[in-house]
Every structure is written in structure tokens, then in C-alpha cells.
């Protein structure tokens, strides 16, 4: 294998489908392959991710292992029964730096026992847009100042369990209304603005030592009018390098994603980040369906080489930035498991569920029970970010929530009575958000708990003091919640 044939092995950060070890992998770890990134895709039931993780992780001790593990909404250990750990929002909205650090510590210990050591959060993207579909509560808040002290103490939290972060989405997702699973969003702002407001937690998150930054396949006009930050040399280098001092591994979002797609595919992407300036190549949760990519996209980075597409030491440098990673971080996670006892680990896990149950309990501290309500849950759509992760609230004694579709809505009645609605994203379709705005007005003594971000439209309602906000999902807001409702026992409805 050449020289180039091994860098360009180096850089890719490959993906596949299922809870069991594909049968190229392992020839592609042993022939150099940088990693992996494991997804949604990669859970089912009756299956651990965490031994998969560990698998893996005995296939090739040094690889990098990366895994989107954000705490709240977005979660890979505990996709099937939901996040026990507090969501970005809800820590942003309690404001204490210390709880989110402990919070991050209790995820990091559960990432470095399955032996990753590379988690793709926090996000630190500032929510300027209430209606942005992709980010939402996975936002530490709109403030750039918060949003900078809750990253900051994100990152500390993940290298205090010996696991790296990578800080995303740079330079910013917060102020956009498409997902760029699905399309290319644009930010029209002014440089000011973005200095001033998506540029803050990144530079506070550089200067905190985060080891990795993850680009986003966001148009940014005022710095880059022409290309997603991904494949932006001026983003990447001018602003993240240059100007903020990045000296770590920047890291691309899926590069199977619609944001991040020309016409080129996934090979014709790597080659097009890596010119630009990034170092790991993330490829996307499906690019290893039936066989590996591997193979062609490392062919169409050495064709680039030899074309003077991508310069070779341009690509020599990210194989070296993305070495200098995997000594550095699995060593930290091999002397962390050394050192640190199963007590202490587990000790940290238990901490930081303690902390995130005090800061889901803050969020619903006012909320007037209503043991006896009936319970309709108001399935939504959500972003492939989340993924199809178990949500919701935990049933009553003796009563199953009753589970609705949009399409369900047309033949379902009003209901009448306590009713507390249970939804993630009310506005998000129109006739769900129809629906709601019917019984919300007609019955006095229904409520709405909207486990989202929440539609500035809600504060304009009439009946804007029945809904409860608990910004986010995850079981720790979830059972807080019902505490708060009075319900008797908890426990998840089949």
C-alpha cells in the first residue's frame, strides 16, 4: 500500500448499518482505516451498543471511535429508552456550569467504559431561531454567552472521563431553518453579527482546548457565500484556524448528508473537505450498506493527489493532525480505565444522573398536578439527529397513554376533562397544530406539555399558561415531569 493510499485510509471516519460487525470491516481497520462512527442505524433491540462499541474497540485498540452522544434528545447508549442525562437546553435554562460539567463527566465515563473515546458534542450552536428544526434542544440557549460557559464546561466535563470532544456545528447552526440532513441551509447575518454571536462559543471552546471542532454544511454569506462551511477554505482555515487559533482536528458532519451533496457523492465530498481543510472525514450512518466505501473514496482522494486537485501535503497533514489524535486520546482513555476504579466510574455515572434529575426538576418546579388526567401522546416527525429514539412520558398506574399520529386526528374527538397532551414539536405539523389549538381553546381543563423547543406562537395564545415547557425529551425531564403531575408510579407503557 503507498504512501498515499495509507493517508487517505487515515482520515475517513467510516459508518455502517446494524448491531453487529460488518465482514469488511475488519480488513479496513487492519489496512489503516482511521475509525469509526457509530449512529442510530447501529441500534436495535435485544442488542448493546456499548458491546458493540467494545468490540470494536478490541478489533483495533487505537482507532478512533466516535459515537453523537449529547445527553437530552440525541442519544446512541440509550436510544431505546431514552436519555437519563439532562439535554444542552434544559442545563442552559438551570445555568450552572457545574451541573453541566458533572453531567458531561457522567457521559464521558459511560462512553470511555464502552471504549469510545471520541463523543460528537456538545452543540455550539446559539439558537437564534426558535423554528430552526435540526438544533432546537440540542442548544445550550440563544445567548452566546451562555451557550459559550455551558460548552466550555461540556468539553471539561467529557477530558475529566478521558474522552474527547468535538465541538459542533462550526460556525454555526443556530440561525437556519432547514436541516441539512435534507438540504442546504443559508445564514444570512453579517459578519458582525456572527462574530458577535455564532463565533463566541467557538472561540471560548478553542481556547478551552477542545480537541476536535465539527464543521456544519451551512451557507454563511457574510464569510462564504458560495460553499457550505465544510468545503469552505475560508471558514475552515481564515476564520477557525486563523482567526480563532484552532490548531486541532476538524471534523466533518456526514458527508452522506443533502447539505453536503453537488452532485459529486460521497467520494467526490471527501476530496472537496479535505482541499478546504478538514482532517476526519466523517462519511454517514449508511455508506457501509452491503460493503465498505472505503475502497472508492480512498481511490478518488489519491486520483485527486495525482490530478493537483488536493495537494499531498495537504493531505499528509490532516493523516498526521488525525494520528496525533488517536495517541493522544487513547492514551488518556487507557490510562483513565487504569486508574480509575469501576466504583469511581460508576460513582461519576450516578453523580451526573443526580445532577440532571435537579435540573429537570427545576424546569417543571411549578407545575400543579393532575394525577388523573388522561394522557395523549402526539407522535411528530423528528430530525434524523434524533433519530427514532424511545420518547415521552412514563404511563400512570393503571392507565396507557393513548398514542396518536397526525393522521390519526381527523377521526379523533375532542376529548373533554383533564387531558394533558403530550407532544415534541406542536407546530411542526399543521394539522397536529390544528388539532391541539382545537381542544387547548374548547377544554378549560386541558394541557400541553411540549417536550421541543418552544414556537414563539405558544406565548400568543390564549390558553398560554396551561403549557408546560420542559425543554427536551430525555427520561430525566420526562419522569420529572410526571413526579411533578403526581402520577403514582412510573414506568414505560408498551
Known amino acids: 500500500m503507498s504512501e498515499l493510499e495509507s493517508a487517505a ?23 489503516g ?38 445527553g437530552g434528545d440525541v442519544t446512541r447508549l440509550h436510544a431505546t429508552t431514552g436519555s437519563p442525562y439532562a439535554g444542552p437546553s434544559v442545563l442552559g435554562q438551570l445555568d450552572s456550569p457545574s451541573v453541566t460539567r458533572a453531567v458531561a ?28 428544526p435540526v438544533i432546537g434542544t440540542r442548544s445550550f440557549g440563544a445567548d452566546p454567552a451562555l451557550v459559550a460557559r455551558h460548552t466550555v464546561a461540556f468539553v471539561e466535563g467529557l477530558a475529566s472521563s478521558g474522552v474527547a470532544a468535538s465541538v459542533k456545528h462550526f460556525p454555526g447552526h443556530g440561525d437556519t431553518r432547514t436541516d441539512s440532513h435534507h438540504g442546504l441551509p443559508t445564514v444570512r447575518a453579517s459578519r458582525e453579527v456572527l462574530v458577535e454571536r455564532e463565533l463566541v462559543p467557538f472561540r471560548a471552546a478553542v481556547e478551552a482546548g477542545a480537541a476536535t471542532v465539527m464543521t456544519s454544511h451551512v451557507v454563511l454569506e ?18 477557525l484556524r486563523a482567526d480563532l487559533g484552532f490548531a486541532g482536528v476538524i ?82 482513555t487507557g490510562s483513565q480505565n487504569l486508574a480509575a476504579s469501576s466504583t469511581a466510574s460508576t ?34 416527525t423528528s430530525s434524523p439527529a434524533i433519530g427514532s429514539t424511545r420518547w415521552g412520558l412514563p404511563s400512570q398506574l393503571g392507565h396507557q397513554p393513548t398514542r396518536l399520529g397526525p393522521a390519526d386526528l381527523a377521526t379523533t374527538p375532542t376529548p373533554q376533562g383533564p387531558v394533558l ?9 399543521e394539522r397536529v397544530w390544528r388539532w391541539v389549538q382545537d381542544v387547548m381553546t374548547s377544554n378549560p381543563q386541558a394541557r400541553l406539555a411540549e417536550l421541543g423547543w418552544p414556537d414563539p ?38
Open 421 to 429: 397532551i403530550v407532544v415534541r414539536g406542536v407546530t411542526a405539523d
Open 105 to 132: 463527566a457522567g457521559i464521558g465515563a459511560e462512553l470511555a467504559d464502552a471504549g469510545i473515546w471520541l463523543d460528537l458534542a456538545p452543540c455550539a450552536d446559539v439558537n437564534s431561531d426558535p423554528l430552526n
Open 9 to 31: 485510509r487515515a482520515v475517513l471516519l467510516a459508518g455502517f448499518a446494524g448491531p453487529a460487525v460488518p465482514y469488511w470491516l475488519p480488513r479496513d481497520l487492519d489496512q
Open 347 to 380: 460513582a461519576t455515572i450516578e453523580a451526573a444522573r443526580a445532577a440532571s434529575v435537579q435540573a429537570a426538576e427545576a424546569m417543571v418546579s411549578a407545575v400543579t398536578p393532575m394525577p388523573r388526567a388522561r394522557v395523549i401522546h402526539l407522535e411528530t
Open 457 to 494: 406562537q405558544l406565548q400568543h395564545q390564549d390558553w398560554s399558561q396551561r403549557v408546560i415547557a420542559t425543554l427536551g425529551a430525555s427520561t430525566a425531564s420526562t419522569d420529572a415531569l410526571a413526579r411533578a403531575l403526581g402520577w403514582s408510579s412510573l414506568g414505560w407503557s408498551s
Open 222 to 239: 457574510a464569510l462564504d457565500a458560495h460553499r457550505p462551511a465544510t468545503f469552505s477554505p475560508i471558514v475552515l482555515n481564515d476564520v
Open 251 to 332: 471534523v466533518t458532519d456526514a458527508l452522506d448528508m443533502a447539505g453536503a451533496q453537488d452532485g459529486s457523492g460521497i467520494p467526490g465530498a471527501a476530496v472537496r473537505a479535505l482541499v478546504a481543510g478538514a482532517d476526519l472525514l466523517c462519511l454517514g450512518p449508511d455508506t457501509g450498506a452491503g460493503a465498505s466505501l472505503v475502497p472508492p473514496v480512498v481511490s478518488a482522494i489519491t486520483r485527486a493527489v495525482r490530478d493537483g486537485v488536493l495537494a499531498e501535503q495537504r493531505l499528509l497533514e490532516a493523516a498526521d493532525r488525525v494520528g496525533r489524535l488517536r495517541a493522544t486520546w487513547t492514551d488518556r
Open 33 to 70: 482505516l482511521g475509525g469509526v462512527c457509530l449512529y442510530g442505524n447501529n441500534v436495535a433491540p435485544g442488542h448493546d451498543l456499548a458491546d458493540l462499541s467494545r468490540s470494536l474497540r478490541d478489533l483495533a485498540p487505537t482507532a478512533v471511535l466516535a459515537v453523537d452522544e449529547e
